[in-house]
T-cell receptor, first 115, second 117 residues
């Protein structure tokens, strides 16, 4: 079955620690995205990538980093510079990177909490 | 920059009744796409319906339909014959129609819909 796999489902971070959230897709999609969801708020874009070895900052990129070395993978690192990392993180992908009504496919998310 | 606003944090509907969720957006673009996503307690994001701005006809998907008012920048979702399984958070989302600006979506704050049996 094709889809997006996020792991782990739950993650705990200690003070000063970097953690990496995994996102893998087997849909052969060009574009991938990371969103953050806080209670009572909509999804906010952290980073997105339209093609391998290229990515752009979203609205709330500070304290996060990404890489896109393979088409299938778009890991997100939450660095110690992110002072309020507790949130639900969603990874998504889409077929085209341009203007289209193609929907985003979402993973099942990772809940990150600070110890 | 584009923004999406959902002014109803919570809504409630009786089973089998009809409910309308509101969404307004702000943009200077003429070409764009609008979406409604549903997020049930499982937190999985599910596409409900989508609308192309260049189409005047309102999109429909079974019990779900939209009222797209381009001049007013309004994009409401109507759910007919509400079912218990419709209970979820609903997000309105905008995507630019400008090529190579990425397929990213801009989301509203969400509306929590509860369905009463």
């Amino acid at each position: 079955d094709g889809g997006i796999t996020q792991s782990p489902k739950y993650l705990f971070r200690k003070e000063g620690q970097n953690v990496t959230l995994s996102c893998e897709q087997n849909l052969n999609h060009d574009a991938m995205y990371w969103y953050r969801q806080d209670p009572g708020q909509g999804l906010r874009l952290i980073y997105y990538s339209q093609i391998v070895n290229d990515f752009q900052k979203g609205d709330i990129a500070e304290g996060y980093s990404v890489s896109r070395e393979k088409k299938e993978s778009f890991p997100l690192t939450v660095t110690s510079a992110q002072k309020n990392p507790t949130a639900f993180y969603l990874c998504a992908s889409s077929v085209y990177r341009g203007a289209t009504n193609e929907k985003l496919f979402f993973g099942s998310g990772t809940q990150l909490s600070v110890l | 920059a584009q923004t999406v606003t959902q002014s109803q944090p919570e809504m409630s509907v009786q089973e089998a009744e009809t409910v309308t969720l509101s969404c307004t957006y702000d943009t200077s673009e003429s070409d764009y796409y609008l979406f409604w996503y549903k997020q049930p307690p499982s937190r999985q994001m599910i596409l409900v319906i989508r609308q192309e701005a260049y189409k005047q006809q309102n999109a429909t998907e079974n019990r779900f339909s939209v009222n797209f008012q381009k001049a007013a920048k309004s994009f409401s979702l109507k759910i007919s014959d509400s079912q218990l399984g419709d209970a979820a958070m609903y997000f309105c989302a905008y995507r630019t129609g400008t090529y190579n600006q990425g397929g990213k979506l801009i989301f509203g704050q969400g509306t929590e819909l509860s369905v009463k049996p």
